[in-house]
């Protein structure tokens, strides 16, 4: 069975950082892509950051250009958790924070229930 479990949102000031875990059972990382999705009130769904799966692409790293240079993504795979760093946080970054799980060849998605993060003064 396949789970992906959140966690780390909160209420942060702007400038501030927080990081954000999601752990991962049930799939492989060599054949799923694996990443951060996030919606904000009113607004579509929007990638933030992923990780190709290695069989496709050997795991390239891939950002949003909004978070580019203050987000950073990374993987223990020893611990099946990816995780977000997020700093210099924006109030424009507000939204709940979902994790995904795509297999290669698209047959297959899995959805984090999210993780809510607010950055207000």
């Known amino acids: 069975q396949v789970q992906l479990v959140e966690s780390g949102g909160g209420l942060v000031q702007p400038g501030g950082s927080l990081r954000l875990s999601c752990v991962f059972s049930?799939?492989?990382?060599?054949?799923?892509?694996t990443g951060w999705y996030r919606q904000a009130p009113g607004k579509q769904r929007e990638l933030v950051a992923d990780?190709?799966?290695?069989?496709?692409?050997?795991?390239?790293?891939n950002y949003a250009d909004s978070v580019t240079g203050r987000f950073t993504l990374s993987r223990d795979n020893s611990k099946n958790t990816l995780y977000l760093q997020m700093s210099n946080l924006k109030p424009e970054d507000t939204a709940v924070y979902y994790c995904?799980?795509?297999?290669?060849?698209?047959?297959?998605?899995?959805w984090g229930q999210g993780t809510q993060v607010t950055v207000s003064s």
């Open positions: 995904k799980a795509r297999r290669f060849d698209d047959t297959q998605v899995y």
């Open positions: 990780i190709a799966a290695h069989y496709a692409n050997l795991g390239r790293t």
């Open positions: 049930g799939i492989s990382f060599g054949v799923y892509a």
